[in-house]
């Protein structure tokens, strides 16, 4: 009751006199805490989008320019064991799967340049490493029989030439020993070697058609700064456009394939993507080995490394299906059927007209006849072989990915060509690879659990005062008015007390009145 009375009197002498001021004041705060709790998400949404943004000087800059992060590439190779039943017999190919051949990289960019229009243009710089450790004492100096690509290409492409053009090749192959097979070491496939006939093509053939190297390499000129340049939008104008491409060596789509919609080269680098991402959300990767972008859904929730939770994205099942199955896969067979099989992505379009055709490892979600045709290849198994990204979903940052893609060639076979009249019409895989993040270095991952578990403990925790320290107003507010009002009614019944006397009837010692 002291204590009551003590805050009233106070809340009365102080600069609240008047109780109204504090039960407004106490509604308001109340109101205030409504509307920071309903506007929350909205101002984490500016918050997020101003910080992802690709801004010189941002946090998130330095992450995007030099990612703090060691890519992994394991590499596994498809060597013919039995090439020349294979060719002298007709048996089925037999191949031995090699690896993982394990490459660290360094992913940076070089050369960027800001422009006007919310977009930044930049190279890309990776370097590869070959690690001996986490090969398993594999060695780049292995030797493998695998199909000769160069000439394998040559040879199928001739199928529509004239015939003394064929006669012609085969002659020139006698004299230079070119075989089917060649046996060469892992380093040189992958990083080149020095090939006859696309030395003899660099030499002869008119200098518009020429191929830009004499080497064969399955990742050849991949280590090093790349000459393609990029520009991507940094979001700092259209959130919805971060890190997607805007053009790519000046220009704004493939030029391969038959519509606007599958010539589009809007996708992520895969490394970021627009924040916000919801479980219906279709996230697109820009691949230009590809020649296309990805598209990726919603498969489940998953834990990353340091406990940040993420949404795993996977390409649809249908995304290499054939032309004949679903007819919206036609724009990607311009020159008409028959068309790539299913499950398998024919990239001679951007591959100098060799016929390579891409499908994911082990031929996962193909048509099984595929590896079928050759002996010694596994059954697909999702765990090890399906292409997927793990992004964190407020902030679309890839937390966990592993990209990962078979190089097979469609070889046709040539009777005109006698070193090659005996290799069959078949789609011969040759290598796959995973290309992969595991997870984002402590200080990334700290920060992005931060900006998950954060807002909601700050949204409660401040509307939550805010309302709490509203009700103390008002409900103290109104108490205290009460409490007037009731004195004042008591005032009001009784007959005015005489000075100094409480209205308890106590008889206040200072106002005894004269005793003397
Ligand atoms: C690849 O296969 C060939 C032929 O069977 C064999 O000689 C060679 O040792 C194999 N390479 C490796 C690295 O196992
Ligand atoms: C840097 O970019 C400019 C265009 O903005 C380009 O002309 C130049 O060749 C690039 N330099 C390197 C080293 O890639
Ligand atoms: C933005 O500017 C760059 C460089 O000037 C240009 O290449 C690009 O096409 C522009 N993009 C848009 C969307 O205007
Ligand atoms: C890639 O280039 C770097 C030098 O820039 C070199 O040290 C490294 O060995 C190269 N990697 C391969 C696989 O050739
Ligand atoms: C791949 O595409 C090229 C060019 O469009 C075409 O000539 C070739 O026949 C196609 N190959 C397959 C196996 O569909």
Same mark, same amino acid.
């Given at each position: 009751?002291?204590?009551?009375?003590?805050?009233?009197?106070?809340?009365? *002498?102080?600069? $609240?006199?008047?109780?109204?001021?504090?039960?407004?004041?106490?509604?308001?705060?109340?109101?205030?805490?409504?509307?920071?709790?309903?506007?929350?998400?909205?101002? /984490?949404?500016?918050?997020?989008?101003?910080?992802?943004?690709?801004?010189?000087?941002?946090?998130?800059? *330095?992450?995007?320019?030099?990612?703090?992060?060691?890519?992994?590439?394991?590499?596994?190779?498809?060597?013919?064991?039995?090439?020349?039943?294979?060719?002298?017999? *007709?048996?089925?190919?037999?191949?031995?799967?090699?690896?993982?051949?394990?490459?660290?990289?360094?992913?940076?960019?070089?050369?960027?340049?800001?422009?006007?229009?919310?977009?930044?243009?930049?190279?890309?710089?990776?370097?590869?490493?070959?690690?001996? #450790?986490?090969?398993?004492?594999?060695?780049?100096?292995?030797?493998?029989?695998?199909?000769?690509?160069?000439?394998?290409? @040559?040879?199928?492409?001739?199928?529509?030439?004239?015939?003394?053009?064929?006669? @012609?090749?085969?002659?020139?192959?006698?004299?230079?020993?070119?075989?089917?097979?060649? #046996?060469?070491?892992?380093?040189? $496939?992958?990083?080149?070697?020095?090939?006859?006939?696309?030395?003899?093509?660099?030499?002869?053939?008119?200098?518009?058609?020429?191929?830009?190297?004499?080497?064969?390499?399955?990742?050849?000129?991949?280590?090093?700064?790349? %000459?393609?340049?990029?520009?991507?939008?940094?979001?700092?104008?259209?959130?919805?456009?971060?890190?997607?491409?805007?053009?790519?060596?000046?220009?704004?789509?493939?030029?391969?394939?038959?519509?606007?919609?599958?010539?589009?080269?809007?996708?992520?680098?895969?490394?970021?993507?627009?924040?916000?991402?919801?479980?219906?959300?279709?996230?697109?990767?820009?691949?230009?080995?590809? +020649?296309?972008?990805?598209?990726?859904?919603?498969?489940?929730?998953?834990?990353?490394?340091?406990?940040?939770?993420?949404?795993?994205?996977? %390409?649809?099942?249908?995304?290499?299906?054939?032309?004949?199955?679903?007819?919206?896969?036609?724009?990607? +067979?311009?020159?008409?059927?028959? +068309?790539?099989?299913?499950?398998?992505?024919?990239?001679?379009? +951007?591959?100098?007209?060799?016929?390579?055709?891409?499908?994911?490892?082990?031929?996962?979600?193909?048509?099984?006849?595929?590896?079928? @045709?050759?002996?010694?290849?596994?059954?697909?198994?999702?765990?090890?072989?399906?292409?997927?990204?793990?992004?964190? %979903?407020?902030?679309?940052?890839?937390?966990?990915?592993?990209?990962?893609?078979?190089?097979?060639?469609?070889?046709?076979?040539?009777?005109?060509?006698?070193?090659?009249?005996?290799?069959?019409?078949?789609?011969?895989?040759?290598?796959?690879?995973?290309?992969?993040?595991?997870?984002?270095?402590?200080?990334?991952?700290?920060?992005?659990? /931060?900006?998950?578990?954060?807002?909601?403990?700050?949204?409660?925790?401040?509307?939550?005062?805010?309302?709490? @320290?509203?009700?103390?107003?008002?409900?103290?507010?109104?108490?205290?008015?009460?409490?007037?009002?009731?004195?004042?009614?008591?005032?009001? $019944?009784?007959?005015? $007390?005489?000075?100094?006397?409480?209205?308890?009837?106590?008889?206040?010692?200072?106002?005894?009145?004269?005793?003397?």
């Amino acid at each position: 009751m002291r204590i009551n009375r003590g805050i009233c009197g106070k809340l009365q *002498g102080g600069f $609240l006199r008047r109780w109204w001021a504090a039960v407004a004041a106490g509604a308001l705060l109340i109101i205030f805490a409504g509307v920071l709790a309903a506007l929350f998400p909205n101002i /984490m949404e500016l918050i997020i989008n101003r910080e992802v943004s690709i801004r010189e000087g941002s946090r998130s800059y *330095g992450w995007w320019k030099a990612p703090p992060i060691v890519p992994r590439m394991n590499i596994y190779i498809y060597n013919v064991t039995n090439a020349d039943e294979f060719l002298n017999n *007709g048996d089925k190919p037999i191949v031995d799967e090699l690896g993982p051949y394990v490459y660290l990289q360094k992913w940076d960019k070089t050369n960027i340049t800001f422009n006007d229009n919310g977009t930044v243009s930049y190279n890309v710089r990776k370097r590869f490493v070959f690690s001996e #450790e986490l090969s398993s004492g594999l060695s780049e100096d292995d030797l493998v029989i695998v199909p000769n690509v160069p000439m394998l290409s @040559a040879t199928s492409q001739s199928r529509h030439a004239a015939r003394f053009l064929r006669l @012609a090749m085969a002659s020139i192959m006698d004299i230079l020993k070119i075989k089917p097979f060649v #046996e060469v070491s892992i380093g040189q $496939l992958l990083w080149g070697y020095d090939d006859p006939l696309l030395k003899l093509a660099k030499d002869v053939v008119p200098k518009e058609q020429k191929l830009p190297y004499d080497q064969f390499g399955l990742l050849y000129g991949k280590n090093g700064t790349h %000459p393609d340049m990029y520009t991507v939008f940094t979001g700092t104008s259209d959130i919805t456009k971060y890190g997607m491409m805007d053009r790519w060596n000046g220009k704004d789509s493939f030029q391969h394939w038959t519509t606007d919609q599958c010539d589009n080269i809007l996708g992520g680098d895969g490394s970021i993507f627009p924040p916000h991402i919801s479980k219906q959300t279709v996230l697109k990767v820009f691949d230009k080995d590809l +020649c296309r972008t990805l598209p990726l859904v919603f498969k489940e929730e998953v834990a990353t490394a340091g406990d940040v939770p993420g949404y795993r994205f996977v %390409p649809p099942k249908d995304v290499f299906a054939s032309a004949d199955r679903i007819s919206a896969q036609e724009c990607y +067979c311009p020159s008409g059927p028959p +068309c790539a099989p299913e499950g398998t992505f024919n990239v001679s379009k +951007c591959q100098y007209d060799s016929p390579v055709l891409l499908s994911f490892p082990h031929f996962y979600l193909a048509d099984p006849a595929l590896r079928e @045709a050759v002996v010694g290849i596994s059954p697909p198994d999702a765990e090890k072989h399906q292409f997927f990204i793990d992004v964190q %979903p407020l902030m679309g940052t890839t937390l966990r990915a592993r990209a990962r893609v078979q190089i097979n060639l469609a070889v046709s076979q040539v009777r005109d060509i006698k070193q090659v009249a005996s290799f069959p019409d078949i789609i011969f895989p040759i290598m796959w690879f995973e290309d992969g993040v595991d997870g984002l270095p402590e200080e990334v991952t700290s920060l992005l659990k /931060m900006a998950v578990d954060v807002p909601p403990i700050a949204r409660a925790g401040l509307a939550g005062a805010m309302a709490a @320290a509203g009700i103390i107003v008002l409900v103290g507010a109104l108490f205290c008015l009460a409490r007037a009002a009731k004195r004042q009614e008591k005032l009001h $019944l009784s007959n005015p $007390l005489p000075p100094g006397m409480t209205k308890q009837g106590n008889i206040n010692p200072g106002f005894q009145g004269p005793t003397k």
